[in-house]
């Protein structure tokens, strides 16, 4: 058996023919050439599965699957990973443009950290700046205190470079959250993290991205969603308080159990001031006022009763 690639570039594709070879060209172009791309197209039916193979006829470090149905984002991110031979990982989305020096820049920055990941810039559907920055929304986080991705992300998936390890820790992903939010916890729980402080990608912005970063496509929430929010923070909670271990699942445990009491009540202010109290990690990621934190803080306070009455 031929010795694996250093490292695995996850491709996962969903009817991305639009943008797809822009991508692949600037993944051709990297000056680190160790790699493998293992592409996964979730049941396209445009030309997305065309250009693939167009391209890995070319070119033998491409090895490509297709699901027999769809399996929808995070799942088939999940068995693309799982695909993947590389001593180290990096995920990679269909529709973006990588820095030639990407790949190369990652690896060396990593060092003895679990994940690194990097600044990205904003482009429009047709490849223009739009002269923002994802450091402009979020303060980036290094170290190894998993609690400040309880409510925040600053990790975007397509910034990911990790090691092989991080994997095997993460898997299977939970149902219904961001697998690039849980596996920066997975990191940070088991190590540490870093970031690189350029931007590494041109991160496109149209109508079919998975998330609206910069809330371009946003429209007011029913009170059926704020309320599904609600709970799903508290499924989150929970689910972190089984991953953490020692001091982090005290905390982490404290804030479930004070979700749920928020979850029965009209209003429940102690789960606030449990976060104002340790808002120095559980808000780290918020770029924001201290003024802002305190009402991101206080909006924390109001059970599903009172978004039935208030909306």
């Known amino acids: 058996m031929e010795n694996p690639p250093l490292v695995s570039i996850a491709l996962c594709t969903y009817n991305g023919a639009a943008f797809l070879k822009e991508q692949l060209d600037s993944i051709l172009k990297q000056q680190f050439e160790n790699w493998e791309i293992v592409a996964v197209d979730d049941c396209s039916i445009d030309d997305t599965w065309k250009i693939l193979n167009e391209y890995a006829s070319q070119d033998l470090r491409f090895r490509l ?4 149905q769809n399996l929808g984002y995070n799942k088939n991110f999940e068995r693309a990973l799982q695909l ?6 990096a995920i990679c989305d269909q529709d973006d ?6 790949l190369q820049i990652q690896l060396e920055a990593i060092q003895e950290n679990e994940l690194i990941y990097h600044d990205s810039e904003f482009i429009d559907h047709a490849g223009n700046s739009m002269q923002t920055k994802i450091s402009d929304k979020f303060n980036f986080y290094r170290g190894n205190r998993a609690e400040a991705f309880l409510y925040l992300n600053c990790v975007s998936g397509h910034s990911i470079f990790m090691r092989q390890s ?3 820790k993460a898997l299977p992903f939970p149902r219904d959250f961001h697998y690039d939010q849980w596996l920066a916890l997975v990191a940070t729980k088991n190590g540490s993290i870093d970031f690189v402080d ?3 990608v041109q991160y496109r912005q149209h109508q079919k991205n998975n998330t609206d970063m910069l809330a371009l496509h946003a429209t007011a929430r029913s009170t059926n969603q704020k309320i599904a929010e609600i709970e799903r923070e508290s499924n989150w909670l929970k689910l972190c308080s089984e991953k953490f271990g020692h001091e982090p699942q005290r905390l982490t445990l404290k804030l479930y159990q004070q979700s749920l009491a928020r979850n029965a009540s009209f209003v429940y202010v102690p789960y606030a001031i449990t976060i104002w109290r340790n808002r120095k990690i559980l808000l780290a990621l918020l770029k924001k006022s201290e003024v802002s934190k305190f009402f991101f803080t206080i909006r ?3 059970g599903p009763k009172a978004k039935r009455v208030l909306g």
């Open 166 to 168: 991080v994997l095997r």
């Open 65 to 68: 699957y297709r699901n027999d």
């Open 97 to 102: 443009i990588w820095h030639t020096d990407k």
């Open 84 to 89: 993947c031979r590389g001593k180290y990982i």
């Open 198 to 200: 350029q931007c590494l």
């Open 300 to 302: 924390k306070i109001w």
